[in-house]
């Protein structure tokens, strides 16, 4: 913004109708025009306002403005935008199944340092859930890996006597 007095401005206009004919004073003059002071809504410092509509006092302000509405926006319509986003997945999986494929080839090695990271940052919290987990859910666990060892009990008892005798030759 362009530091200066502001001008007097009675008996004058901003209008560009019919070009700059009516135009009583020019570009820098105008950015000197004062509309007086306000508030600024974001943080509440006095400032001065070059424009009618103006509700903020700078650009940090405004990004925080424009931040607050879109939250404001998400949380009142999450349904409606979830819905759309369902949506858009069912009619196009093929298309971002391919597009995730391409992602996690090209990045791999970024994405995995990424995990590792995360989970010795968070190694406690994640142990502490799964442990968690385990308690709450210890009768289906149980249930799951009886039926997993008897559906393969045949392929675990090869294995067993494989290295059994494997032992027994050393």
């Known amino acids: 913004m362009v530091k200066m007095k502001p001008i007097n401005v009675s008996n004058t206009t901003l209008s560009t109708y019919k070009g700059n004919?009516?135009?009583k004073f020019d570009?820098?003059?105008?950015?000197?025009?004062?509309?007086?002071?306000?508030?600024c809504v974001v943080c509440d410092k006095v400032f001065t306002k070059y424009h009618q509509r103006t509700k903020?006092?700078?650009?940090?302000?405004?990004?925080?403005m424009k931040a607050a509405y879109t939250r404001k926006y998400y949380e009142e319509n999450r349904e409606k935008m979830n819905a759309r986003r369902?949506?858009?997945?069912?009619?196009?999986r093929e298309k971002l199944?391919?597009?995730?494929?391409k992602h996690y080839e090209e990045n791999r090695e970024?994405?995995?340092?990424?995990?590792?990271?995360y989970y010795q940052k968070?190694?406690?919290?994640?142990?502490?859930?799964?442990?968690?987990?385990?308690?709450?859910?210890?009768?289906?666990?149980?249930?799951?890996n009886r039926n997993y060892y008897q559906k393969n009990r045949e392929k675990l008892r090869a294995i067993e006597r494989a290295r059994y005798h494997a032992n027994k030759e050393k």
Do not use: L, P
């Not at 570009?27 to 508030?39: C, E, I, L």
């Not at 199944?97 to 494929?101: E, F, G, H």
């Open 86 to 92: 369902r949506k858009y997945y069912e009619e196009n």
């Open 110 to 117: 970024k994405i995995n340092a990424m995990n590792r990271n």
């Open 122 to 144: 968070n190694r406690e919290k994640i142990n502490a859930k799964r442990r968690k987990y385990r308690e709450e859910n210890r009768e289906k666990i149980s249930a799951m």
């Open 56 to 64: 903020v006092c700078s650009e940090e302000c405004k990004r925080e």
């Open 27 to 39: 570009n820098k003059q105008s950015k000197r025009h004062d509309f007086g002071t306000a508030h």
């Open 97 to 101: 199944k391919a597009y995730d494929r």
């Open 21 to 23: 004919r009516h135009r």
